[in-house]
């Protein structure tokens, strides 16, 4: 049986004693089992908090997750669709 989940987004560091510790409170109320995923920095990079976002649009770019975008059938919208931004 597959429940809904919420996902909050939050930094913060793990010790050297591999325990997390974030930078901040959880908008959640407990107690609660969660499910939790780490993100961590690429070896060749000091933080992923110091990318710019450049190197975030040319990771999504390479994830072959995002593949199906290439696909002409997905091309279902032209620069007259919508209204301009100002």
Request: avoid cysteine.
């Amino acid at each position: 049986m597959q429940t809904a989940m919420t996902a909050v987004e939050m930094t913060g560091t793990i010790d050297e004693h591999h325990q997390l510790h974030l930078d901040g409170v959880l908008p959640l109320t407990g107690p609660k089992r969660v499910r939790v995923i780490v993100l961590s920095p690429i070896a060749d990079k000091a933080s992923w908090v110091d990318w710019d976002e450049s190197e975030w649009l040319q990771a999504a770019a390479r994830n072959p997750v995002f593949d199906f975008l290439k696909d002409a059938a997905e091309d279902i919208y032209t620069l007259e669709d919508g209204r301009p931004f100002h």
